[in-house]
């Protein structure tokens, strides 16, 4: 995985950011906080932190998560597996189970998408992820993944870990927000995965950045 620090300024509580497939830090870079510094996490090859990242981490008195889309599934595993107390977390459009006919995407069409991944068809799932063409537009702008065959094995690396059930998935969320337009995972596949854990059904498609920063400020107030 690769990391950035949004936010750097030697707070006493970090909100670590596990964001989407095929985005990178650049989202958040505008992004504000309560008084909290911003780790955003990308890129999942593998779900590897360098132990400096790690050790660092451990420092802060409150750590705080938020996972979106495929960020849901990369956190999910890589707290399950490690030995540090998460004060709070929420999902965001994603599931634990990211490859799942009822409660994830549809198999078929995550096969589809890493056998057919190309320049043009990543601007059309990306299309796919957004409401509107402002949006879209909006997101294009922002310094997006774009290496087509490092894409493809991020998605081939989530698909093998599930198939030979690699990682630890014990990871409880404390809320998970699901956008009722979401055109990526369809928020009745979401409903069905999150039946333990508090729901927020909100009128949002699977891309919407002014509701991230408006779910960190609401829910890491400090």
């Known amino acids: 995985m690769k990391y950035q620090f949004v936010i750097k300024e030697n707070n006493k509580s ?17 992004f504000k906080t309560n008084c909290s510094d911003l780790l955003v996490i990308y890129n999942y090859n593998n779900l590897i932190l360098e132990s400096k990242i790690i050790d660092l981490i451990s ?31 929420i999902a ?18 995550y096969l589809n998408t ?26 294009l702008n922002m310094d997006l993944a774009s290496d087509i065959d490092s894409l493809k094995n991020e998605l081939i690396f989530i698909k093998n870990s599930i198939e030979k059930d690699l990682y630890n998935n014990c990871f409880h969320w404390s809320k998970v927000y699901i956008g009722t337009q979401d055109r990526i995972f369809l928020y009745k596949n979401q409903q069905n995965a999150w039946n333990d ?26």
């Open 197 to 222: 854990t508090e729901q927020v059904l909100i009128d949002n498609a699977h891309y919407d950045l002014i509701l991230f920063q408006k779910i960190i400020l609401y829910e890491f107030g400090n």
């Open 14 to 30: 970090v909100i670590i950011f596990f964001t989407g497939w095929s985005t990178t830090a650049s989202l958040y870079k505008d």
């Open 114 to 139: 890493i056998e057919n991944l190309s320049e043009k068809n990543l601007r059309k799932f990306q299309m796919r992820m957004c409401n509107s063409k402002s949006s879209f537009e909006e997101l």
């Open 59 to 89: 420092c802060y008195n409150d750590v705080y998560i938020i996972g979106w889309s495929l960020g849901v599934w990369a956190a999910s595993c890589f707290f399950s597996n490690l030995n540090i107390n998460i004060k709070r977390s």
């Open 92 to 109: 965001i459009n994603g599931t634990k189970f990211p490859i799942d006919d009822k409660r994830g995407i549809n198999k078929q069409i």
